[in-house]
C-alpha cells in the first residue's frame, strides 16, 4: 500500500481555533485527515508497546506556531515516518497501527457508527446483503458474508474482499483487496460513485488448493462461479473443442469437472490488468498484464503493431519496487504540480536475468501497479510456505485472524517496499527499499503471436504454453 501524506489543510476547531490537518492518502485516494497530535500519540503508544529502537524517528514538538515553511518539513518527516511504520513487518502490521487507521478514517468521513446493509458482489454478478456495523473492519465483513453463505470457518481464509471498478462495457478493474486498517463500508461510500464495488474472491494462487475449497458445496460453487465469469470476460482463454465441452458440462452441472477442466486452460486463476506502458522490450510499448502461476505474464504490442507474448516467473525475479510521482495532469500545458492539478503515477519495476550474467530491470507504468505488487508478495509467501513444508491453511487462518507472521516462510522475504513520492527511494538508507526475492534467475524470452488473437477471442486455437525458458524451476527456490 501506498501510504503518503501530499497535503495539509488549515481546519477550525470546536472551539472557532485552527489547527494543521494532515491528509493521509493510500494510493493516491485520501484515507483520512489527522492533527499533528494525534499523529503524536499514536507514536508514543507504539513507542510505549515496542520500544524505541524499534520505531523510527518522529519529527519533534514546535513551542511556536509554525511558519508555512516549518508545516511543510513537518508534513514530509510524518510522511516518512508513516511510511516507515507501515514498512515494518511488526508496526505495520500491529493492531495498534491499524485501529488508528480505521478510527481516522471513519472520523474523517463522518460516518457514525450504526447498523447498516452492505452488498458484496460474487463472480457471477450476484449480490450478498450483509448487516454489518460502519465500524466493523474488513475481517468483520469477511465473517459477515461467511455466514451469510455457510461457508465454513476453515475456508473463510482461502477468500478476500477486493475493491473493483465496473466499466461501461462491464470490464472490471481490480483497485485494491481490502486491507486490515480500512473500514469497507466507510472505503465503499467515500468513493461516492455507482462504478466500484466490494467483490469476494479466492485469496490463493496454487490451483492445488481448489481441491480444499471444492470438498465444500458452497466453495465449489463459489469457485465455480469464479471460474465461469472468468472464461465469459476472456480472461482465461479456450478454443472452439474446449468451448463445447465447457457448455456441455454446464448443462449437467458437472461444476467439478467444469472447474478441472478450467485448471487446464490458459491462464486460469490469473487476475488481468487494464492496458498499460512498459519499458521492455523497448521503451513505450503497450502491455496488457497478468498476474497468476507464480509469474507476470505480458501481451505486448511493438510500435511497429507487433504482438508478443512472454512470462516473467516470480522465482526468476531478484527483487521488484514500486515508485510514485506527482504529474501533471494533461490539459496541454506545460505547468509544474505547484500551479496545476497533478495525479499520481505509479511504477512498478523489477529485476529480471535477461541472459546468463545479464540482469535488467523491467518497467511497468500502470495505476495498478501496487496491485501488482500484492499479487507478486502472495505469490512468493505461497511458495516459500510450500518450500518450507509448512501449511497454506496455517498461514491463511493467520491472515484471516489479523495476526499475519512470518515464521512459516522463515522470514526469506522482506516485506513490500517503501513507496516514496517523486521516484526518490526511502528517506531511511538503511532500510531495505526493494523486495529480494532469489538469486537463482532464468531468462525470459518473447515469442510472436498473431496480432488477431484478443483476449476475448474464445475461437482461436493458436495459444499455446511453449515458452522459452532456461534455468532453474520453482522448486529450485
Not at 518473447?446 to 482461436?460: E, H, K, M, P, V
Request: with cysteine; hydrophobic share 35%; proline share 4%.
Amino acid at each position: 500500500m501506498h501510504f503518503s501524506i501530499p497535503e495539509t489543510e488549515v481546519r477550525s476547531g470546536e472551539n472557532g481555533s485552527t489547527y494543521v490537518a494532515y491528509n493521509i492518502h493510500v494510493n493516491g485516494v485520501l484515507h483520512c485527515r489527522v492533527r499533528y497530535s494525534q499523529l503524536l500519540g499514536l507514536h508514543e503508544q507504539i513507542k510505549k508497546e515496542y520500544g524505541s529502537n524499534v520505531v523510527p524517528a518522529f519529527p519533534p514538538k514546535k513551542i511556536f506556531t509554525l511558519t508555512p515553511a516549518e508545516v511543510e518539513q513537518r508534513r514530509e518527516h510524518l510522511e516518512k515516518y508513516m511510511q516507515a511504520v507501515r514498512q515494518d513487518p511488526l508496526l505495520g502490521a500491529s493492531e495498534m497501527f491499524n485501529s488508528f487507521l480505521r478510527k481516522a478514517q471513519q472520523e474523517t468521513q463522518q460516518i457514525p457508527t450504526e447498523e447498516v446493509a452492505l452488498d458484496i458482489c460474487l463472480s457471477n454478478g450476484q449480490k450478498v446483503t450483509v448487516n454489518i456495523l460502519t465500524s466493523d473492519q474488513t475481517e468483520d465483513v469477511l465473517d459477515a458474508v461467511a455466514t451469510k453463505l455457510d461457508l465454513p470457518d476453515e475456508l473463510v481464509g482461502y477468500f478476500s474482499l477486493f475493491l473493483v471498478r465496473e466499466g461501461v462495457d462491464g470490464g472490471l478493474t481490480f483497485v485494491r483487496k481490502l486491507q486490515e486498517f480500512e473500514l469497507p463500508y466507510v472505503s465503499i461510500n467515500s468513493l461516492r460513485s455507482s462504478e466500484f464495488h466490494i467483490l469476494l474472491r479466492k485469496s490463493y494462487w496454487d490451483m492445488a488448493y481448489d481441491g480444499d475449497v471444492m470438498d465444500n458445496r458452497v466453495g465449489l460453487n463459489l469457485l465455480y462461479a469464479q471460474t465461469v465469469s472468468d472464461i465469459e470476460r476472456g480472461w482465461i482463454l479456450v478454443n472452439k473443442d474446449q468451448d463445447r465441452q465447457l457448455k456441455s458440462l454446464q448443462e449437467k452441472g458437472s461444476k467439478k469437472e467444469f472447474i478441472h477442466l478450467g485448471q487446464t486452460l490458459k491462464y486460469y486463476g490469473y487476475i488481468k490488468f487494464d492496458p498499460c506502458i512498459t519499458d521492455f522490450p523497448e521503451k513505450g510499448c503497450q502491455v496488457i498484464v497478468s498476474a497468476g502461476n507464480n509469474e507476470l505474464n505480458f501481451h505486448v504490442k511493438l510500435p511497429n503493431e507487433q504482438m508478443k507474448e512472454g512470462s516473467f516467473k516470480v522465482t526468476r525475479m531478484r527483487c521488484w519496487r514500486v515508485t510514485s510521482s506527482q504529474v501533471p495532469i494533461a490539459n496541454g500545458t506545460t505547468n509544474s504540480c505547484s500551479s496545476s492539478k497533478c495525479e499520481v503515477k505509479l511504477e512498478l519495476a523489477f529485476e529480471y536475468l535477461m541472459s546468463k550474467d545479464r540482469l535488467q530491470w523491467v518497467t511497468i507504468t500502470s495505476q495498478q501497479a501496487i496491485m501488482m505488487s500484492i499479487c507478486l508478495q502472495s505469490m512468493v509467501d505461497e511458495l516459500m510456505v510450500k518450500k518450507s513444508g509448512g501449511s497454506i491453511k496455517k498461514m491463511l487462518r493467520k491472515r484471516h485472524n489479523g495476526s499475519i507472521h512470518r515464521s512459516d516462510s522463515q522470514q526469506a522475504v522482506k516485506s513490500p517496499p517503501l513507496l516514496v513520492r517523486n521516484g526518490i527511494d526511502s528517506p531511511d538508507p538503511n532500510r531495505e527499499q526493494i523486495v529480494k526475492l532469489s538469486t537463482k534467475l532464468s531468462s525470459v524470452s518473447l515469442r510472436g503471436i498473431s496480432a488477431s488473437n484478443s483476449a476475448n477471442d474464445i475461437s482461436g486455437n493458436d495459444f499455446h504454453g511453449n515458452y522459452a525458458f532456461e534455468g532453474i524451476g520453482d522448486d529450485d527456490l
